[in-house]
């Protein structure tokens, strides 16, 4: 799902592409919209979606007010429990808790069967079934309606024009829940939806089912939503509009989607002044000179790499892959006014991949500065030490590169274009430079062997001294991934949407169109009992990091001299002491992954190729050296740190 799936951009006082719509300034004034952001949005960040949208209308004339609503929620059942009711992707849980509020008597689930259906799916939220059963049905009979009819009088609604709602994940029940009580309300208010649920069919199956949706913007909204705004001061018909869909005489009636903004310089600043604000209000963020909120920010869309080989499980984008990105300026001079505008100095960027042109320009920019951001972005796997310093430098002290497996035939399978040594290369570095990763293991993928997963559980106790991933677990199936959208490609599968949409929609709404996760059965799928040893040893890497001391596997060196001191297995501790050609082999493999040949030419040993292999072998059975078909990376970092 695309990062910011509803934005907007364009000059004030055109109309539709193609069409002589003009409105004065006192025309657009007296269309007031509403945007809302429900749950189950996280509640620690402002939406940028909402930001955006904002700032654009607000430059085109139109009165914008944005309403990030799920901070109601957080703060009326605790922010506890709705963080994990944000995390719970599986059974669809936070759309169940609304679908009676959303859907009335065509609620497929009106005797809450799911919460026996999958008792033992649940018992993650915390505590026993029965308390889990208990605590969900009094939020979705008592909290949820208790909400929604504190919402009708947050704004006043009856003065509004539009009403807008971007959803993401589990954000569409909700959503539909509060459109359907205003609409009844207030029957002159026109709904407008988009984001990330509605790309592609599934937009069209949720205007062609859902009473309360009166328009829906389908891709990105740059073009299409402040001409749908301009139509409807107008009085006129939005046909032709491209990207806006609308229910017609029975039918659902579309207009393809404009095409990607390529210009992303041309887009506002997100506003989010209100976010701030009803934040503080509600007690959920204190009211102090200096705010420790990571703000969202956009400096690129698509994805380069998804480009040129789309990842097998990946279903970000949709039909926006085509990468661009905002100028080093316009990215430095945003960071710098939410700084100021918002007092945070934490920002998280909403990208698919960083464009690696920033390493040129940007961050030697804001090193330079001297600015004392925060920065989070996503990343591919095959960055540099010298990258990685860089990053660390100018204030990148998160990423997500997407590592995904350890082992390079895997990754192959995963379309990833990245070996299993240059992946440990990453933790190892981003570790030296104090940089967290947040990274997964995961399996099911066509073609993947018995084998594959053992290599894995025996070198991953080689690794304890890295930062262990935070899962491991098969993979979903994603709407628009190759695994769904190339199904031919992978060997016969079964698939089915997740079992959840069904407790959640009416029987009216063709599920294999609205749902974006789906179940799937490969038919030469490896039995679960492979993953066991690799869940064991992934359990125990986690684990050893729980204790007051992380284990450690660092080395100091002189000339033709090298000691790696070893604290992986704690009650074991030693240190290894190597001199001469030893300590250069191996010093020759720390920066990045090499092989045995490149390593003969840069120290100009006389040893033959098969004679480093052998050594790189003894390497690699002592756990010092991750060895990689014909690629071999020193697996100890150096002692002394910055350098």
């Given amino acids: 799902m695309s990062a910011v799936p509803l934005t907007l951009s364009r000059p004030p006082g055109r109309g539709a592409p193609g069409r002589d719509t003009f409105l004065t300034p006192e025309q657009r004034a007296q269309w007031p919209v509403a945007l809302v952001s429900m749950p189950f949005m996280e509640h620690d960040r402002p939406s940028i979606q909402l930001g955006l949208l904002k700032a654009i209308g607000t430059a085109a004339g139109f009165p914008v007010t944005t309403l990030h609503a799920n901070l109601d929620f957080a703060a009326r059942i605790g922010t506890e429990r709705y963080v994990v009711l944000c995390e719970q992707r599986g059974r669809m849980v936070g759309d169940w808790l609304f679908s009676v509020e959303a859907f009335g008597d065509a609620a497929p689930d009106r005797d809450a069967r799911l919460l026996d259906d999958f008792a033992d799916d ?45 959803s993401t994940f589990q954000q569409n029940a909700a959503s539909f829940a509060l459109a359907r ?93 209100e976010y701030f604000q009803r934040t503080e209000d509600l007690g959920l963020l204190p009211r102090t000179g200096h705010r420790n909120v990571w703000i969202p920010f956009e400096s690129a869309r698509g994805c380069w790499w998804g480009a040129k080989h789309h990842c097998t499980f990946c279903g970000l984008n949709g039909g926006t892959m085509t990468f661009r990105s905002k100028s080093p300026e316009r990215v430095f001079d945003e960071l710098a006014h939410h700084a100021k505008q918002y007092r945070s100095f934490k920002f998280g960027a909403v990208d698919n991949i960083l464009d690696m042109g920033y390493l040129k320009k940007l961050l030697p920019a804001i090193v330079e500065s001297g600015a004392d951001y925060e920065l989070f972005y996503e990343v591919k796997a095959n960055l540099s030490r010298a990258q990685l310093k860089l990053l660390a430098q100018s204030g990148v002290t998160r990423i997500q590169p997407g590592l995904e497996s350890l082992n390079s035939h895997v990754l192959a399978l995963m379309r990833k274009g990245i070996r299993a040594a240059q992946n440990v290369n990453l ?56 695994l769904f959208t190339e199904p031919d490609s992978f060997g016969r599968m079964r698939r089915t949407p997740e079992e959840g949409y069904r407790y959640v929609y009416p029987a009216t709404v063709d599920g294999e ?27 125990d890497w986690n684990q050893a990091w729980q204790g007051e001391e992380a284990p450690v596997l660092t080395y100091w060196s002189a000339p033709d001299f090298l000691q790696i001191y070893d604290n992986r297995t704690p009650q074991n501790p030693g240190t290894y002491t190597f001199t001469g050609e030893l300590a250069e082999i191996y010093l020759a493999c720390s920066d990045r992954p090499t092989t045995a ?36 990376v020193a697996l100890a970092l150096p002692a002394v740190p910055g350098r």
Wanted: charged share 25%.
């Fill in 122 to 166: 649940l018992t993650h939220l915390g505590g026993t079934a029965d308390e889990v059963r208990e605590r969900l049905l009094a939020t979705r009979l008592e909290e949820v309606p208790a909400y929604l009819d504190a919402l009708e009088e947050a704004l006043p609604w009856g003065s509004m024009k539009v009403v807008g709602f971007t």
């Fill in 181 to 273: 009580r205003l609409k009844a309300r207030h029957p002159h208010l026109v709904t407008v939806f988009g984001g990330a649920n509605f790309d592609g069919e599934m937009g069209l199956e949720l205007v062609r089912t859902v009473d309360c949706i009166d328009y829906a913007v389908i891709g990105e909204g740059d073009s299409a939503f402040p001409a749908l705004l301009d139509a409807l001061a107008a009085g006129e018909d939005p046909a032709g509009i491209p990207g806006v869909a609308r229910r017609r005489g029975g039918q659902v009636v579309s207009t393809p989607p404009a095409p990607p903004l390529t210009q992303l310089d041309d887009l506002p600043i997100p506003d989010y002044a």
């Fill in 427 to 482: 933790l190892r570095w981003a570790q030296y430079y104090g940089i967290g990763v947040a990274w997964n293991v995961l399996w099911g993928f066509p073609g993947e062997t018995e084998e594959d997963y053992a290599e894995m559980a025996r070198v991953v106790p080689h690794l304890v001294h890295l930062r262990p991933p935070g899962s491991a677990s098969r993979i979903w199936m994603e709407r628009f991934s190759p």
């Fill in 513 to 539: 169109r609205i749902a974006y996760f789906f179940q799937y059965e490969l038919e030469d799928a490896l039995p679960d009992s492979v993953y066991d040893p690799l869940r064991t040893a992934i359990a």
């Fill in 597 to 632: 040949s490149a390593v003969r030419d840069k120290l100009g040993l006389r040893r033959s190729v098969e004679e480093l292999r052998e050594v790189f072998g003894e390497f690699g059975a002592r756990g010092l050296m991750f060895l990689d078909g014909d690629l071999a």
